[in-house]
Structures are given as C-alpha cells and as structure tokens.
C-alpha cells in the first residue's frame, strides 16, 4: 500500500509540475485565459500533494519528499516542455488526468481490500475533483 501511495504523490507532482511549465509556456491570443486556468489547474494538483502525503501520515506511512523520491516512484512522464498552444496544453494536461483517475482507482481498490478506510474515502475525493476537471478539459 505504501509503494502505491508514493506512486501517487509521485504522479501528483510530476503532475503539478507539468501543468505550471505549461502556464509558462502557453502562448497565443486566450494566453490570459490559459495562463490563469493552468494556474488553477496545478493549484488542484498541488493541493491533492498535500491531502495524500497527510492521509498518508494519518494511516502511519512516510510519504516521500524529495525531488529525486517523487520521480522515482511517479508513474506519470515527466515533458520536455516547450511553447505551446493552448490547444496542445490542455491535452497534455487531459492526458494526465485520465491517468490520475485510472492511479486513484487502483490505489482505492488496494486501500478497500486492506480495510483502510481513510485512504479509500480520500479517493473518493479525489475521483470527484480529478473527473470535473477532466470534463472540462475535454469539453473544446
Ligand atoms: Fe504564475
């Protein structure tokens, strides 16, 4: 259960990461609306970082914190980025969050089988917020 909750906050990084090297590399004429929205994006990220290392911490695990730690246990790719179109940005960013969810359900599955009922529940949430996003992000 650990390797996979690392593997998670792994993914939630590499994630959030991503998604501000995009808000900097978005260019074109909705750059104030991208910019701002991929500011929004990995402020969702950076916060589902924070609640899995603390769930984690609650269940009595020791979630990773170091830069090489989160790469090492992130499924997700990390991107060579470059300037993009919005376009190309926020099907990057679909991408990864179709990942997230199918990660978030494994990780639930897992959590369920081992009775813990913290981890499932926060999965939950994390569905909820992952899927919204995800429907917005598929909605152009
Ligand atoms: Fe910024």
Redesign the pocket.
Known sequence: MIKMMNGLLGDFVVAAHKV?GL??YVKGPDFFMA?AKL?EIYDELQLMVDETAEVMLMCEMKPVATMGEFASHAQLEEAKLDFTTSKDAFAIVAKDYAALIENVGDVKAKAESEHLDLIALKCDTFHETLAKTHWMLTQR
């Open positions: 501000q808000h900097w910019h500011e």
